[in-house]
């Protein structure tokens, strides 16, 4: 594994920033040479903390100079932050944002000091160190910074790179979005089995643990999504008669299109 950037800046530990605090640490992350800057602690990051030896909201002065500072705080908050943190950055500092809508231009506005800036989309399922964090880097990122990235955000589950910047919307909106249309899934496959006569508890557990297993054999097939849809479907069944109407014209795939485009316009004008 990568060895992870010591002293190491979290800079909001939410249920994001928490997830990759625990990923780190698991990861052998130096705890003493940590320090978490979240404002609105919860009484388990307090603990957490308090266990583990790690800094919990000193003054910022007090900082040395961060090898990372990685931002996990609400993009809202950007602007309000960056003044207090612009003295912890220095040219040699590695920047990392899981900011949705905040263009590397934009968190290099925010921070002139920072040079070299890595702009990621991790989602939910980093929280039990499954997530899929796609990731692009500035011109001025080194390799072995690069490298650093890249053992920070795989602490929560793997990582892709791209080199356009463009195609961070369309990422939002499949894997960052994602986990909520999975969750939707589940629950309008309950809602039909309430409607087919199912006691409601039943259809819960039916829906929940259909959608669990599902992408637990998708995770361990070597087989793509077809290919397993297929090897399940005999002709004539009862998976094929449900099939032609999830894949007919006014199916999943063109409203799975529709949602997702929806979402990307969106993190298109989030982002100014």
């Not at 809202?76 to 950055?89: H, I, K, N, S, T």
């Not at 309950?190 to 992408?215: H, M």
């Amino acid at each position: 594994m990568q060895p992870l950037p010591s002293p190491l800046v979290l800079v909001g530990a939410g249920r994001m920033g928490g997830a990759m605090l625990n990923g780190w640490l698991e990861g052998g992350l130096a705890a003493d040479a940590t320090c978490v800057l979240e404002p609105h602690a919860t009484e388990e990051l307090r603990a957490l903390c308090a266990a583990r030896g790690i800094r919990l909201n000193p003054p910022v002065t007090t900082l040395p100079a961060p090898a990372a500072l990685v931002l996990a705080i609400k993009p809202q908050m950007l602007a309000d932050v960056a003044p207090e943190l612009g003295g912890l950055v220095r040219a040699e500092t590695l920047v990392v944002s899981i900011l949705a809508g905040k263009r590397l231009d934009d968190l290099g506005s925010a921070l002139p000091g920072a040079r070299a800036v890595v702009r990621a989309m991790p989602n939910l399922a980093a929280s039990i160190r499954r997530g899929i964090t796609v990731a692009i880097a500035n011109a001025a990122v080194t390799p072995a910074q690069r490298a650093a990235a890249d053992g920070l955000l795989a602490a929560v589950g793997a990582v892709e790179w791209v080199e356009d910047e463009g195609l961070i919307d369309a990422v939002t909106a499949v894997s960052g979005s994602g986990p909520a249309y999975v969750f939707h899934l589940a629950e309008a496959l309950a809602q039909a089995g309430r409607a087919a006569g199912l006691p409601q508890a039943l259809a819960d557990r039916l829906a929940r643990e259909t959608v669990v297993g599902a992408g637990e054999l998708l995770a361990r097939s070597a087989q793509d999504p077809a290919a397993l849809r297929e090897a399940v479907t005999s002709p004539g069944g009862t998976t094929a008669a449900a099939l032609a109407v999830l894949m007919g014209a006014n199916g999943l795939t063109p409203l799975l299109s529709d949602a997702v485009a929806a979402a990307a316009r969106r993190s298109r004008e989030l982002s100014g």
